[in-house]
């Protein structure tokens, strides 16, 4: 590895731009629980592992020079952030009609206990082609490639994984730690109404996307 201070402070500068993977965290920990976004941040995590491993094996390569493969996966990527967004505004719905007396945690955890956030936090980084090229396009600026790149693209991949995780739960926590005023129903509306555009938002733009 070459430049190591640059490569970490331009991951923790990426990192913290707000993305799929932040609107995702934010909607789970605030309608789920702390444990909610803590799942999502795992299921992020593994597809960033995922990520890593292409680009060590050489298949974010083939993914970017093949605008057949870029395309399915861009599009699936899109069409899983649309219905989460959409399934989160369908969410104000509730929200709206729910009385203001049973809006503890515990009622929270029974609504949303059936959803898997491990697999939405996991599904919206997999599919998203972006962060593919992001690896092969950023990974290689900080190795020597007169040697072998395999070790070096790996303990990047990694070291931008736990980057990433750390930020994500601190952001868990901080969330959780104002849960009290975020879960307002007023406030949640808010919340849920903005992360669903969001999430569309990034679909859409995910959507058109030139390969």
Same mark, same amino acid.
């Given at each position: 590895?070459?430049?190591?201070?640059?490569?970490?402070?331009?991951?923790?500068?990426?990192?913290?731009?707000?993305?799929?993977?932040?609107?995702?965290?934010?909607?789970?920990?605030?309608?789920?629980?702390?444990?909610?976004?803590? =799942?999502?941040?795992? /299921? !992020?995590?593994?597809?960033? #592992?995922?990520?890593? @491993?292409?680009?060590? $094996?050489?298949?974010?390569?083939?993914?970017?020079?093949?605008?057949?493969?870029?395309?399915?996966?861009?599009?699936?990527?899109?069409?899983?952030?649309?219905?989460?967004?959409?399934?989160?505004?369908?969410?104000?719905?509730?929200?709206?009609?729910?009385?203001?007396?049973?809006?503890?945690?515990?009622?929270?955890?029974?609504?949303?206990?059936?959803?898997?956030?491990?697999?939405?936090?996991?599904?919206?980084?997999?599919?998203?082609?972006?962060?593919?090229?992001?690896?092969?396009?950023?990974?290689? =600026?900080?190795?020597? /490639? !007169?040697?072998?790149?395999? #070790?070096?693209?790996? @303990?990047?991949?990694? $070291?931008?994984?736990?980057?990433?995780?750390?930020?994500?739960?601190?952001?868990?926590?901080?969330?959780?730690?104002?849960?009290?005023?975020?879960?307002?129903?007023?406030?949640?509306?808010?919340?849920?109404?903005?992360?669903?555009?969001?999430?569309?938002?990034?679909?859409?733009?995910?959507?058109?996307?030139?390969?």
């Amino acid at each position: 590895m070459e430049n190591i201070p640059m490569f970490l402070l331009m991951c923790i500068l990426l990192i913290i731009l707000p993305g799929p993977d932040t609107a995702i965290a934010t909607k789970n920990t605030l309608t789920v629980n702390k444990k909610g976004g803590l =799942q999502t941040i795992l /299921g !992020s995590c593994c597809g960033l #592992f995922i990520h890593t @491993l292409a680009a060590v $094996i050489g298949l974010s390569a083939i993914i970017v020079k093949s605008a057949y493969i870029f395309a399915i996966l861009k599009y699936v990527g899109a069409v899983y952030l649309c219905y989460l967004g959409v399934k989160t505004l369908w969410t104000l719905k509730t929200i709206r009609t729910q009385s203001p007396v049973v809006n503890d945690d515990t009622q929270i955890d029974i609504k949303y206990g059936n959803q898997s956030c491990f697999k939405q936090g996991f599904l919206t980084n997999v599919t998203n082609p972006k962060v593919a090229v992001f690896f092969l396009t950023f990974l290689p =600026q900080f190795v020597d /490639g !007169s040697n072998s790149t395999f #070790f070096p693209f790996l @303990l990047m991949g990694l $070291i931008y994984t736990a980057l990433t995780a750390s930020w994500f739960i601190f952001y868990v926590y901080l969330l959780d730690r104002i849960s009290a005023f975020m879960k307002k129903p007023m406030t949640k509306a808010v919340i849920e109404g903005l992360t669903g555009i969001v999430l569309i938002g990034f679909g859409i733009k995910l959507a058109l996307e030139k390969a």
